[in-house]
């Protein structure tokens, strides 16, 4: 078997669906399967998993273990020559597989690839690709100097754009693909870290077998981000616990850097607390993609559109786009997100199995799900 991709799940079950759904189809053609871990979600996700995806492998832990076990888990009844961690909150393109299996770069001594991820807006994320964050670009990071200028940009490994692919040292826990041999090789993910530094963990643990990680920007993956972690009073504690974990895992201790970043990280957690919300919008109308004739009673005017070369927009209007994804492709979807990225324009996807609307309107909001 070519590829295992690995899905931790908690409380998600409508993004974890739809990014199921997804992964179906981007799996077309490759020899792959899906594994799905349930970390005691109290919502019905395992319960949907059975019902719409029997066939998919479900494992079900009885108590929330975490991020790091989680995958491991699910990593060590994998089949396949590589693996693919992935969040639940993602959306796949029909081709990210594929691309990422077949380029040349995996064979160079590749340890592991991400790929671009764009938020619920089609606005690109920095996190896609980053380098090892040492106590100085730990700083640059906390206190925001990347943004100055670029020589202080090691934390968003600046030295690559958005759009060029290349050598970069830590990739994010949302899409990892690596081979097992080697997810085993260093351990996986270390369950002394219950999150948020896991991800950096594991790249860095790569790093020093002497491989290099890659970023590779031709395929394009939707991550919403913030429905996975809430900025809450635990979510501070935690991120401060877990950045506290990799130095002194990596690191050297000393008592200024400790300082530092207990200052430094409390600052950043409680203004991502303050980012997160979910952004109140008064819409003009809605445009639906879509070639068959949906029900959705929506509240305000719709136009419906049979082919994104229809569509103008009209910078004046909020308008809300929602894309039928039982006739347009994921590709295509993430494609038209990114070219029409706006502050004036919002996305769904309706799924119809389940007959809903999903999506967020930045990598700080929540996400929304609208039950038809």
């Not at 950096?200 to 790569?206: A, E, P, T």
């Not at 690191?251 to 979910?278: A, E, I, Y």
């Not at 993430?334 to 996807?349: D, G, V």
Request: charged residues 25%.
């Amino acid at each position: 078997m070519q590829l295992s991709v690995i899905i931790l799940n908690y409380n998600v079950r409508y993004f974890l669906e739809q990014c199921v759904l997804s992964v179906q189809k981007a799996l077309e053609g490759i020899d792959g399967e899906i594994i799905v871990i349930d970390n005691a979600s109290s919502d019905d996700s395992c319960e949907m998993m059975k019902t719409k995806f029997p066939h998919i492998k479900l494992i079900e832990n009885k108590d929330n273990l975490g991020f790091p076990k989680g995958n491991n888990i699910g990593v060590a009844q994998a089949k396949g020559e590589y693996v693919c961690i992935l969040n639940p909150d993602t959306v796949v393109a029909e081709d990210t597989f594929s691309k990422i299996l077949n380029t040349k770069n995996r064979q160079l001594n590749t340890g592991i690839i991400g790929c671009k991820l764009i938020d619920g807006a089609g606005n690109f994320l920095p996190e896609s690709k980053r380098g090892v964050p040492t106590p100085w670009v730990a700083f640059t990071k906390i206190f925001g100097l990347y943004k100055i200028s670029n020589y202080f940009g090691k934390y968003y490994a600046q030295h690559l754009s958005e759009n060029e692919s290349g050598k970069v040292d830590i990739l994010v826990g949302a899409f990892m693909v690596m081979k097992r041999e080697l997810y085993l090789e260093v351990g996986g993910f270390d369950e002394d870290c219950f999150m948020y530094s896991d991800d950096i963990d594991l790249s860095y643990l790569v790093l020093k077998t002497g491989k290099s990680n890659y970023y590779f920007h031709e395929t394009s993956v939707i991550h919403y981000k913030g429905e996975s972690t809430v900025r809450d009073g635990t979510y501070m504690k935690r991120f401060r616990e877990a950045m506290q974990f990799f130095y002194k895992k990596h690191f050297k201790k000393s008592w200024f850097f400790d300082v530092m970043m207990q200052v430094g990280s409390f600052v950043f957690s409680l203004l991502k607390k303050n980012q997160q919300k979910n952004e109140v919008r008064i819409l003009d109308e809605y445009v639906v993609f879509s070639r068959e004739n949906l029900e959705l009673n929506l509240p305000k005017k719709a136009t419906y559109l049979s082919d994104f070369n229809q569509f103008e927009n009209q910078s004046n209007k909020n308008i809300e786009i929602i894309f039928d994804t039982t006739t347009f492709g994921f590709a295509e979807i993430i494609t038209f997100m990114q070219l029409n990225k706006s502050k004036n324009l919002s996305f769904k996807n309706y799924i119809l199995s389940s007959n809903y609307l999903i999506g967020s309107n930045n990598s700080n909001d929540r996400g929304q799900i609208i039950l038809l």
